[in-house]
C-alpha cells in the first residue's frame, strides 16, 4: 500500500522558515516524479514545486522560486521542502504528490497518483 505523509507544517511569522518532509512507503521516490502543491481556503490546488525523478531537475512556481527549495534524500526515501522569506500569502495546505515517470507535465496535478493527507502552513503578518 502506497503511503505519502507529510510533516512539518505549523504557524511562523512572515519572514520565518518551514521544512516540510514527505515521507514515502511503498513506493520507491527515486523512480517517481515528486512535487508539492497548496491550496488554501476557497482556491484551487495550485503547483509549487517538482523533481523529476531521474537526474533530480527541479521546477518551481514563480511567486516561490528564490525561496523555496525542493530536495529528495534517496536513502530516507523521503522528499523535502525549504521554505524560506515565509509571506501570508503562502499560507495553505500543502500536499505532497507522487506521480510516473512517463508522464511529463510536473506542474500539472493530474500527473500524480499518489497524494500525501496534507499538512497546514500559516504565516502571519
Known amino acids: 500500500q502506497v503511503q505519502l505523509v507529510e510533516t512539518g507544517g505549523g504557524l511562523v511569522q512572515a519572514g520565518g522558515s518551514l521544512r516540510l518532509s514527505c515521507a514515502a512507503s511503498?513506493?520507491?521516490?527515486?523512480?517517481?516524479?515528486t512535487a508539492w502543491f497548496r491550496q488554501a481556503p476557497g482556491k484551487e490546488r495550485d503547483f509549487v514545486a517538482a523533481?523529476?525523478?531521474?537526474?533530480?531537475?527541479?521546477y518551481y512556481a514563480s511567486s516561490v522560486e528564490g525561496r523555496f527549495t525542493i530536495s529528495r534524500d534517496n536513502a530516507k526515501n523521503t522528499v523535502y521542502l525549504q521554505m524560506n522569506s515565509l509571506e501570508p500569502e503562502d499560507t495553505a495546505v500543502y500536499y505532497c504528490?507522487?506521480?510516473?515517470?512517463?508522464?511529463?507535465?510536473?506542474?500539472?496535478?493530474?500527473?500524480?497518483?499518489?497524494w500525501g493527507q496534507g499538512t497546514q502552513v500559516t504565516v502571519s503578518s
Open positions: 504528490a507522487a506521480g510516473p515517470r512517463t508522464r511529463s507535465v510536473l506542474r500539472d496535478p493530474t500527473t500524480y497518483d499518489n
Open positions: 511503498g513506493l520507491t521516490l527515486s523512480s517517481y516524479s
Open positions: 523533481i523529476r525523478w531521474d537526474i533530480g531537475i527541479t
